[in-house]
């Protein structure tokens, strides 16, 4: 009975990464990117950027900015949110009093309520309607980002061409620590290993949307029309849901690779990937329940294989053999998309440690909920508000 039971187990987790992993395959062939457009964008588009201590980051990010082609109409407002470390000076170096740039600094604390980032996003969009010219394109981009040349421009292409709401460009998440590569690979994972691209863009429905707060394209009269970020004030995934918002109110959001023309390095030590991820993980799946049952579920899907595959024999082993490489390819699957032509060996020695990801990624979930019952909850020196 018990070895039956293993068997059913092992096979049953098996299939489960199995299908994961052709889900991946899908979306490395039909997941859409961006492409350099072949003329000008006529249309005024405003490139907002929050920025709290980001003294050592803006400034590369001005410099893409500043080196962008094919978009003559664009404006770049940079917020400097009460920073501690020279951030405003920074950013007006890098700027060089390039008209194109503006920077404003604001010492004002968030409303109660509301996140810092919602917060200084609203005042930037504020800014953004301010004078004459009407915005027809706002994009809100974080400033630890990197931007190739023709990216703002492709976005507002892509944007057009599939007459969304929203496009979120997904920036190659670019790692250096063993903690970054264990987790950052996670964020692209998740969502390419469980939705078809084609069709989670294709619907208006709130549960297969996709979002990424480091690079988000809006149509300015959409994101006017459902609040802005005072719809999502208090939420620590403002990005995911800005988007089901929109859907929400009939209006089509996607996700596409930004592989190739935009990449973020998110974190830079294991203390800051710590602190980040338990700022928003409790709620990523809807609560503790949502939290237990995704992390049970994933848990049981990439961790029994190669359990199985280390300690069983015969056709448990097989099972747990076959389903942990179905592990592996999955998360090749998802990096080669993301990465693009970036993608290689380290790549794939991460994919191997994909159970090591889910176990570091389960210890991260329980910490985030550990860490909001208990109000300990920040970023950058701020407390997440409750909701």
């Given at each position: 009975m018990t070895e039956r039971l293993s068997v059913r187990t092992t096979a049953t987790t098996a299939v489960l990464a199995t299908a994961s992993a052709a889900v991946s395959l899908l979306n490395l062939r039909f997941t859409p990117g961006l492409s350099a457009p072949d003329r000008d964008v006529a249309e005024r588009i405003v490139v907002c950027i929050p920025a709290r201590d980001e003294l050592t980051t803006?400034?590369?990010?001005?410099?893409?900015?500043?080196?962008?082609?094919?978009?003559?109409?664009?404006?770049?407002?940079?917020?400097?949110?009460?920073?501690?470390?020279?951030?405003?000076?920074?950013?007006?170096a890098a700027a060089a009093g390039d008209p194109r740039i503006r920077i404003v600094t604001s010492r004002a604390a968030p409303p109660a309520g509301w996140t810092g980032k919602a917060a200084a996003c609203a005042e930037l969009a504020r800014l953004a309607d301010e004078g004459d010219a009407q915005t027809s394109l706002i994009m809100f981009v974080d400033a630890d980002v990197r931007l190739a040349p023709d990216a703002v421009a492709a976005a507002a292409r892509t944007l057009r061409q599939y007459d969304v709401a929203l496009l979120c460009p997904w920036p190659e998440q670019l790692v250096g620590?063993?903690?970054?590569?264990?987790?950052?690979?996670?964020?692209?994972?998740?969502?390419?290993?469980?939705?078809?691209?084609?069709?989670?863009?294709?619907?208006?429905?709130?549960?297969?949307?996709?979002?990424?707060?480091?690079?988000?394209?809006?149509?300015?009269?959409?994101?006017?029309?459902?609040?802005?970020?005072?719809?999502?004030?208090?939420?620590?995934?403002?990005?995911?849901?800005?988007?089901?918002?929109?859907?929400?109110?009939?209006?089509?959001?996607?996700?596409?690779?930004?592989?190739?023309?935009?990449?973020?390095?998110?974190?830079?030590?294991?203390?800051?990937?710590?602190?980040?991820?338990?700022r928003w993980l409790w709620n990523e799946f809807?609560?503790?329940?949502?939290?237990?049952?995704?992390?049970?579920?994933?848990?049981?899907?990439?961790?029994?294989?190669?359990?199985?595959?280390?300690?069983?024999?015969?056709?448990?082993?097989r099972l747990g053999l076959a389903g942990y490489l179905a592990g592996t390819v999955s998360r090749l699957a998802a990096r080669r998309r993301e990465s693009g032509p970036r993608f290689g060996v380290d790549d794939v020695l991460d994919a191997a440690l994909h159970p090591v990801s889910i176990l570091a990624f389960t210890g991260l979930v329980a910490e985030s909920h550990v860490r909001r019952r208990r109000g300990s909850l920040t970023w950058k020196s701020r407390p997440s508000p409750r909701r």
């Open positions: 803006l400034p590369w990010l001005i410099g893409d900015l500043l080196r962008q082609r094919s978009c003559p109409d664009m404006q770049v407002i940079v917020l400097d949110d009460d920073s501690s470390d020279g951030t405003a000076s920074a950013a007006r620590s063993i903690a970054e590569r264990l987790v950052q690979p996670l964020l692209a994972w998740s969502w390419m290993s469980t939705l078809p691209v084609p069709v989670a863009n294709s619907t208006l429905l709130p549960s297969m949307a996709v979002a990424c707060g480091q690079f988000m394209a809006f149509d300015a009269a959409a994101y006017r029309a459902i609040g802005g970020h005072g719809c999502v004030a208090a939420s620590a995934t403002e990005d995911l849901d800005l988007a089901r918002t929109l859907r929400q109110r009939g209006m089509s959001t996607a996700v596409v690779s930004g592989a190739g023309f935009v990449s973020c390095r998110m974190y830079r030590s294991a203390t800051d990937l710590r602190s980040g991820y338990s809807g609560g503790p329940v949502g939290s237990i049952t995704a992390t049970l579920a994933s848990a049981m899907i990439y961790l029994v294989p190669p359990m199985a595959a280390l300690t069983a024999s015969g056709s448990v082993r």
